[in-house]
């Protein structure tokens, strides 16, 4: 299933054919790079014993998981005269030798009922210690929910923060007049479409829990705010009103939703329940209040005002009181999404031509640059290493998921239409 | 494989996946047809076969102008269309059944919510405006499609002239 193309002025072109089904009439083009500076933590993955009997070998995916991660570089181990399969197998000053700081070594047991038994261990070469080690068993089509499941455990092991190669991102898909909402692990695999309209679809925001997507849908001719159970597909309007709905956040508990409103003649935030209900207007200004993002503690809410002119990110506590405003530079400021531990948070900056994701401290600070050119709406990774944002690249918007110092970037593409809107999702994925 | 390839510079994956899922997805939406997504700022030919001309279907009425423009980041409703406006609402007075929709739009560029405030915001001027010359507030509805829905394509001048628009649209048209 992996076909290698040829390498061409040091880019590399690797084909990844999956989840192909026979007779599918539909094809979708996705192309999924890494691009950037090699990672810190230089990492050898030698394939596991027998994995090539799997239709989906494990270790590949861990590579390309840990290598979209920015955080490590894979050690080429072709050129190395030592292929171990466990601890007692590894020839440590070879792998030392080829600037290996760790190493994964596994097997593959094929058993009974199509089941297969996957089990590895890392070790620190310098130290010849295990790190971590796990086994697994598993139907063949879960294989790769496995190889994600270890590159998480290594990336805990070696960095000491949960990995994030089993969490999902939300988009939309839009190709001339057609509309997809989709939702796919961070590597690009298990892509479902969760909704097809021929009118805009437009933010979506993830529940907590990772059960249900929250989005706009323009299918009624006006903006509406919906909320679907992802693994039922059943959906409903949680908020349908007069004039538009839209911008919806969950709070921390997924009680909640925050969405702006336009009953009152112009656009403000106001809390509605996620089980259905009144809502209550949350902010009171004269101009456009829109685009709610809760803190983790569920005490704050960001958002966007225009009421002192340009749009400007501020704060405002979700029982009531004065906004603070926490952006100064520029005249445009806009799509807030604060950071798993609170302490911080994306926006875009208008910066002459250009819309740059931007990286701030809640506690104030000038913020630092991510990206520059055309961006929107960056949302932070669960466990905050990562923003994933969209960009325009040659008038066609594309996603990139960028560690935080903006050294490397994941991008997501799709050959023939936009990637727009992104949310990365909950480490909760049931 | 070769691994050195593989993480040296720049991977590429790409990944073939089917649309057939395995999860459910919803049924879609009812389609719109081209006409009624872009009809909402023309007026229908008129109907040589009917003696009285609907004057919503007269193409030579005043009402047959459905398009208010407005000038860069600005909402406020400029001297030109207001004749239109009243047009309108001299028509919506007289006829207290019919329901109108006001679609505010915006240019290409920045945050997709904010933009959809902006439309908002350009909506309620014109919804506004028709309140003030006597039209019931019932007859009327102010919503945005933001930058989502652009007549003109792109980001020229003239195009983004063009979105910053807001369309009046006759319920039952």
Redesign the interface.
Known sequence: M?K?QT?VK????????????SG????????????GS?GRYAIAIVPFKDEAALPTAPT?VV??DL?LSGEF???????VANVPFDPTQIDYAKWQAAGAQAIAVGKVVAGAGGQSTISFRLMDVGRKKELTSGQFTVPQERVREVGHTIADMIYQAILGQPGIFNTRIAYVLKQGRSYQLQVANVD??N??????????I??PAWSPNGRFLAYV???T???VVWV?D????S?RAVANF???N??PAWSPDGKRLAV?L?TS???QIYLVPAAGGSPRRLTYSDG????PVWAPDGGTLLF?S?RSGG?QVYSVDTEGGTPRRLTWQGS?N??PRISPDGKSFTY?R?NGGE?RVVIQDIAGGEGRVLSTGYN??PSFAPNGRMVLYASVVGGKSVLYAATQDGGSKVKLAVINGDVQ?PAWGPFNNP | ?????????????????????T????A?????TASSAAGTSQAAAADSSKTVLDPLKDPNSPLAKRSVYFDFDKSELKDEFKPLVASHSDYLKQHGEQKI?I?GNTDA??????N???G??RA?TV??AMEVLGVNGKQL??????K??PRAEGNSDAANAENRRDDIVYQGQ
Do not use: W
């Open positions: 992996l290698l390498l040091g880019l590399m072109t690797l084909a990844l054919v999956l989840g192909v089904v599918a009439r539909a094809e979708m083009n996705v192309e999924f790079s890494v691009d090699a590949p590579r390309t290598a570089r894979m050690v080429d181990g072709s050129s690009g695999s892509l479902q479409t969760i909704l097809r309209s021929r009118e805009p437009m933010s849908s323009f299918e001719h006006k903006p679907q992802l693994a039922t597909g959906r007069k004039g538009s839209s911008a702006v336009t003649g112009n656009s456009i209040d829109t685009e966007v225009d749009p445009y806009v799509s875009i208008k819309f929107e709406r809107d | 494989m070769n691994l050195k390839q593989l993480f040296i510079g720049t991977a590429t994956v790409t990944l073939l996946a089917a649309c057939a899922s999860k459910p997805v919803p879609p939406v009812a389609p719109t929709v679609q560029v920045g945050s997709r919510e904010y959809l405030g902006l908002q915001r309620e919804k506004k509805e102010a919503v945005s499609f933001g989502e829905k």
